[in-house]
């Protein structure tokens, strides 16, 4: 199964132990019926191959899946050592497992290094494992507050969603299992955002904000200096980061959120916050309002509306392209005019509750939220049209995280979670 995906390196190399190479099997009898042992020359490299294709350096297989792999070692003098003993391995054998013949079973979702070695010489490729399952389909989160925020790092391995009460529930395995965190709080969490798998954020009401320097295990209250509702939280790198929230308020940190320095640059309810590098960022509120800054958040402008509508949620890939999302299915969009960003309205329908989005490209965008039940919609061209995708709850869906094209999380009312590694296609 060959499926586009993000290519980019999301695991850490492990030194593979050299195999030992084949001894001689002793017969009986005379010296006859002996094997003698292989002997292997210097070696200059060896190749993975699937199914004859020697180039391949990435593949994709589903969870209870299987791919036979081959490998051919070349001497110094660049020809092949038939039967050369050769050493398979994962760098994560739980999510794939491999045999001694390069035979590999996939046996939990997210992406590893397959390694085969010999002699010193070695040849790696990538290998991501998707869920069996097409389509969007249910995790058991074990919670049933509403979940406001969800948030994962690049592996699509450790996650974390966050909601009312000071919930934050967390995931090392791609949602398989979800695990409670004790957060020290018990205001509600509406946003939560990792720098890494260990750093991360969450903020709430009355301008409560949790740092975790280890993964959940433990998070510490930090101090913000705002009574205001945060709303959402975003970090472009691990010490410059900005909340959003209730009044207006708008909180930027410069040194990993020890200290945050508040501002209102309008009086409307701001929900979420989107930056491209630590620059360029959008926050977009209540009665359609949005606000630019290009100077880390120094200064914001107040852009001309395109609608008066509530939006509740905004992604930024760059200068030029970012989208939103919000009341009556509005999802206003950024063009390039003239060397400067434009936001044109767009609108999904006006039964469509719009809540959260995410763009994991250019031209692919997500939208949750809720329309007689759990919605979720797709726009393929960069938001001009949109497309319902089939979603197994009745509640609202309150934001969406993806870690690529393929893989990606809603979270909403009553604890829940769904699930998708095919792109919401079924």
């Known amino acids: 199964m060959n499926l586009a995906f993000d290519s980019r390196p999301h695991c ?5 132990v050299a195999a030992a190479l084949v001894a001689a099997t002793l017969a009986a009898g005379c010296g006859k019926g002996v094997t003698r042992p292989i002997v292997v020359p210097p070696l200059s490299r060896v190749v993975i191959a699937a199914g004859g294709d020697t180039t391949v350096v990435a593949d994709t297989l589903l969870v209870g899946g299987t791919l036979q792999f081959l490998a051919t070692a070349f001497d110094t003098g660049g020809s092949p050592v038939p039967g050369a003993p050769l050493h398979w391995s994962s ?29 010193g010489v070695s040849d790696s490729m990538s290998l991501l494992v998707l869920p069996g399952s097409a389509g969007w389909f249910a995790q058991v989160s074990n919670s049933t507050r509403q979940l406001n925020g969800v948030f994962f790092v690049p592996d699509g391995r450790h996650g974390w969603a966050v909601g009312d009460g000071g919930e934050i529930l967390a995931t090392t395995d791609a949602g398989e299992n979800w695990a409670r965190q004790v957060s020290n709080t018990l205001f509600n969490l509406n946003a939560v955002w990792f720098t890494d798998a260990d750093s991360g954020w969450a903020v709430g009401n009355a301008g409560m904000a949790v740092h975790t320097q280890d993964g959940g295990f433990t998070w510490t209250p930090l101090p913000t200096g705002a009574s205001e509702n945060l709303m959402d939280v975003f970090f472009a790198y691990p010490d410059t980061g900005w909340a959003v929230g209730s009044s207006g308020a708008i909180l930027r940190s410069f040194d990993w959120g020890a200290t945050w320095i508040k501002q209102n640059p309008t009086s409307f309810i701001l929900h979420s916050v989107s930056f491209a590098g630590t620059r360029r960022g959008w926050a977009v509120g209540d009665n ?8 880390r958040g120094l200064n914001w402008t107040i852009e001309l509306p395109v609608t008066s509508l509530s939006l509740r949620g905004v992604w930024r890939r760059d200068e030029f392209v970012a989208f939103a999302a ?14 400067l ?22 031209t692919t965008v997500f939208a949750v939220g809720f329309n007689g039940s759990g919605l979720v919609l797709r726009s393929g061209d960069a938001g001009v049209t949109w497309s319902p ?3 197994p709850l009745p509640t609202m869906l309150r934001d ?14 009553n604890g829940r979670i769904v699930h998708t590694g095919s792109g919401g296609r079924p």
Do not use: C, H, K
């Open 12 to 16: 850490v190399w492990r030194p593979v």
């Open 91 to 119: 760098t994560e054998p739980a999510i794939f497992g491999v045999t001694s013949s390069g035979r590999v079973t996939g046996l939990g979702e997210g992406q590893a290094l397959l390694v085969v070695e010999i002699s």
């Open 288 to 295: 359609g309002t949005i606000l630019g800054t290009t100077d």
């Open 326 to 339: 919000g009341q009556q299915g509005v999802v206003p969009r950024t063009r390039n005019v003239a060397g």
């Open 341 to 362: 960003p434009v936001w044109e309205l767009q609108n999904t329908g006006a039964s469509n509750q719009l809540e959260g989005m995410f763009a994991p490209r250019d």
């Open 389 to 391: 995708q089939s979603v």
């Open 400 to 413: 969406v995280y993806f870690v690529d094209e393929l893989r990606g999380w809603a979270v909403g009312d």
